[in-house]
């Protein structure tokens, strides 16, 4: 099972150190609090994601100058549809703008755009402006940033069943040749490694429907800092303790 740790929230956080040989490949994040962060305040929900955009330049920043190779963001699940349709329409208007502002800058960065879930349900302007990033940064290499947008794990995995379901009914593929490397290939991102480390703000201990099949071994790391207020000194406490834990993928302790 993925080992949990929960953080306090720090108002001035001490310095970290981190051995740059030993940094996580892949850091995957599930971006929660931004409700609650703004109810704190007396503000409406949408400040709190417009105000976790910020927290997202400042991840995007660090994760690019520490040299992490890969970042998966959970932008949008496929249970968020259930929210109050203004919150839908507003969280859809702001993905969109936030990613057109900052798409020249993530350019300059050298970092490439993918989607992972469903693009075909977004709305068609959504979809174009990200079809336009998804090109523009095609030949980075600095960072990979995965853009969750209705995004769920069951559906994933649905969606990987179905596909091998039809190479089967076709005759092009027998049942017993499926293999764990055969699905994987079925998934919205097969080339990409599985996350190193998970990181969840906002203090609850849950998963959330969030990369099921590729979270199997991941190091989680859970604060209760909301994600309007992280940062660079949150990331690197997390990969601090990333860098404290013994990973042992089922096998027995060194020790």
Known sequence: MPHLQSTNVRRDPPPVEIDTSRLPGHIAIIMDGNGRWARRRGLPRIAGHRQGALAVRRVVEACGELGIPALTLYTFSAENWRRPKDEVDSLMFLIENVIRREIRELNDRGARIRIIGRPQDLPESLREELRRDIELTSHNDKLLLNLAINYGGRTEILDA??????????????????????????????????????????????VSNFLLWQIAYSEIWVTETYWPDFGRDEILQAIAAFQERERRYGALANR
């Open 161 to 206: 069943a179905r596909a091998l379901a039809e190479q089967a009914r076709s005759g092009t593929l027998a049942p017993e040749d499926i293999t764990e490397e055969l699905f994987r290939k079925q998934l919205y991102a097969p080339d990409l490694p599985d996350p190193d480390l998970l990181i969840r703000t906002g203090g609850d201990m849950r």
